[in-house]
């Protein structure tokens, strides 16, 4: 008995071992080949009840994998019902084994929260989604605005309350999202644009800026954090270019700091004018402080004339002309005692030469009045301190001048005659620059403001020139030079007035244009217009002689440069204003029927008389311009007539040409 138990328990564990390999090449089978089949089945029928439970005509909203006889199952249902039925309707299919979720309901989203942060491998979606847009047609819209070949992965849930144009500012976003490193962020919450991160390079950072000047329509700016790019070769450089002003170029290490600079350079610029070239970077060795590399490099080029200061590889090395010869003692000095830390000598190459232009500057504020600029000598220096002392009475004298080479013989006369009409102003600034003077500043009495526009020219020195702008309280400003000249290009453009063949009498629809260029006139004491009429149009009928009334005869002396006659204190005024009334005067007459004797000359008057030419037809319409703007305001010195014989063609008008300035 015991015998034949051991004999049917060896054989049962023979038949074990003999079965297993079919049974291992069953489970092969099944992998090989039934497996793949019936997730292929179960995957094609999952994807019809994802169709079936969708909108019509609408993305999916349920996402289906099959794994085997699992289904994995992912998506935002429109509602709890329409998700239940999905899932009933996925269990009931043949040969599923279990559902693996989770499947969530769309939700309202308050706030609408839409974030892409770049990696470095392509670029992740979180937070939310319009829900009416399917994730399908989501990355079809955003995909243009990735860089080619970005992988664009969407982890965002469908919800519902997405600001208004969301693709559109999506797509905005994601654009700007190419500028930053790996790690920068974009967030669209509701109607306001974030932007967080490191900028690529110093060009996609001042893109960025740039681009983020106009956000979407509707969207605001919310928080903007960039930290500027990362640069091997950070420079600082300061340029005191020819003819003064100041060119600042290289890095800065922030927008901050660059506000402080600018202010800084407008201190130290005789002429106020700045050239920012520089860019935001990082890179600023930690140990340097960037504000005190900054102001050290500006003192040192308030130092020179001409040439550079550049701050590279924590050394500072200057080139040029010095400002004159005490400068370059304090420039060694500066470098030996007050270079800031983490800051050393680099190279130094300073000349002299005298200054061009020579400079001398003289404010005039509230409580001081403080000497800038250069003097050739200390006896010049007393002696305009002594000129404005007896003139002050509350303000300081404040004295920041420098000795130099290259004054003007004439200096001192042109310093004592500019001081005492500053005195005379509430506030006010005089720039010498050689021998041209700049005076402005405000005047409590328009007495006193037009005594300085009179006296001033001619108590300075024989070649010296003067540009006075002082204004009072209420009256119109005057403009610069350079400002005149542009405004009168700009007024003067196309063609000038055009009369009627055969006529010179102005019509209304030129007084707009006159009006204008007589009130910029007013404000432009140095302007200077000549007048040139047009001739008719070939073919136009020939007019007849124009007769040379009151208003050609007030205007006939502009030829000469003199002022017209003052009219008669009790002439009574026109009903029209007399600028349109002496306009008008100007008509030609009617021809008459001449008298048998009237062709007979008059031996009373004189022969000159008899010979003078009357004005022809084109100089007659430049006349009665000139005497509208007389009467609009201008000052006799200041219009004149071309001579007699001069025209312009018909098409062109009459023409408004400034006088260059000798």
Known sequence: MPA????????????????????????????????????????????????????????????????GRDLVVTGEAPDAATRDAAHDRLARLDGVRRLVGPVGVVELAAPFVWVATRTRDGVDLTGSRPAEI???????????????????????????????????????????????????????????????????????????????????????????????AAVADFRFVVTRPPGGGLDLSGYVVSEAARSAIREQAAQISETGRIVDRTRTAR???????????????????????????????????????????????EIEALIGDAIPAGLKRGGVTLGTRPLSPYRVGLRREADAVTLTGHLPD?????????????????????????????????????????????????????????????????????????????DLPAALPEGWRAEIAVTVPGETPARTPDSCAQALDAGLKGPGPVFAPGSATLKPAFYPSLDALAGLARTCPSLRLTVTGHADPAGAAPAPRPAVDAAVESTASLEAGKPSAPRPADAKPASKPPVKAAAKKAEPAKPETAKPDAARPDPAKPEAAKTEPAPDLPQQRALVVAEYLLQAGLRPEQVAVAPLGTARPADQGVGLAPVARP
């Open 4 to 67: 034949a138990f051991d004999l049917r328990d060896r054989c049962r564990r023979i038949g074990w071992a003999a079965g297993l390999p079919g049974l291992a090449l069953i489970f092969a089978a099944s992998a090989l080949w039934v497996t793949p089949r019936l997730e292929t089945r179960l995957a094609r029928e999952a994807d019809a009840v994802a169709r079936v439970v969708a909108e019509p005509g609408a993305e999916p909203w349920l996402r289906v994998t099959a794994e």
């Open 134 to 228: 399917g994730t399908g047609a989501l990355a079809e819209r955003l995909t243009p605005a990735l860089e080619p070949g970005t992988a664009l992965r969407d982890r965002t849930r469908a919800a519902l309350g997405a600001p208004p144009d969301f693709s559109a500012a999506a797509t905005y976003a994601l654009a700007r999202l190419r500028a930053l490193a790996p790690g920068g962020r974009v967030m669209l919450e509701d109607l306001r644009l974030s932007v967080a991160g490191e900028a690529a390079s110093v060009a996609d950072d001042e893109a960025l800026r740039a681009a983020l000047a106009a956000p979407p329509v509707g969207y605001t700016l919310g928080r903007v954090e960039i930290a500027p």
């Open 283 to 329: 890179g600023l060795p930690p140990e340097i402080d960037a504000a005190a590399m900054a102001r050290f490099a500006l003192q040192l080029a308030g130092l020179m004339q001409e040439g550079s200061v550049t701050v590279a590889d924590s050394a500072v090395t200057l080139n040029g002309i010095a400002l004159d010869a005490q400068a370059i003692p």
């Open 378 to 454: 200390a006896a010049t220096r007393e002696a305009l301190l002594g000129t404005l002392r007896p003139r002050l009475f509350r303000e300081r004298l404040v004295d920041r001048t420098r000795l130099g080479q290259g004054a003007p013989d004439t200096l001192a006369r042109a310093l004592t005659a500019v001081a005492a009409p500053l005195a005379l102003l509430a506030r006010g600034e005089v720039r010498i620059a050689d021998r041209s003077v700049t005076l402005s500043g405000e005047s409590l009495y328009p007495q006193t403001a037009r005594r300085i526009r009179e």
